[in-house]
Nanobody
Framework: QVQLVVSVGGLVQAGGFLILTCVAFGFISEIVAMNWYRQVLGDQRELVAGITNGGSTNYGHSMKGRVTISRDNAKSTMYLQMDKLQPEDTAIYYC??????????????????WGQGTEVTVSS
């Protein structure tokens, strides 16, 4: 079992930045990959960024170039730095992990542990 705890989001002005954290507890050694997703009410959940145990990263299209994903294995923490935020970035942000299984390309269905969503609101 793994528990993921996400930091509180908040209200940010357009053009500003925000850093989210996701701390993992439990069988951390079984985590294969971790991602950040976001979801707007009524829309599908979309990938923001992902990082593997080996440190490989990938980014979704919507925020590419404005976000940086990183992790500190010693602190069991994953970070998402979001820059130049825009009102369209307003969403619920989630962290997720693939735990206890292997996947080449880890699509959404492999992510079996999720943190609580955190609301990020960007004002114009």
């Amino acid at each position: 079992q793994v528990q993921l705890v996400v930091s509180v989001g908040g209200l940010v002005q357009a053009g500003g930045f925000l850093i989210l954290t996701c701390v993992a507890f439990g069988f951390i050694s079984e985590i294969v990959a971790m991602n950040w997703y976001r979801q707007v009410l009524g829309d599908q959940r979309e990938l923001v960024a992902g990082i593997t145990n080996g440190g490989s990263t990938n980014y979704g299209h919507s925020m590419k170039g404005r976000v940086t994903i990183s992790r500190d294995n010693a602190k069991s923490t994953m970070y998402l730095q979001m820059d130049k935020l825009q009102p369209e970035d307003t969403a619920i942000y989630y962290c997720a992990a693939v735990v206890g299984t292997s996947c080449g390309v880890c699509t959404l269905t492999f992510y079996n542990y999720w943190g609580q969503g955190t609301e990020v609101t960007v004002s114009s």
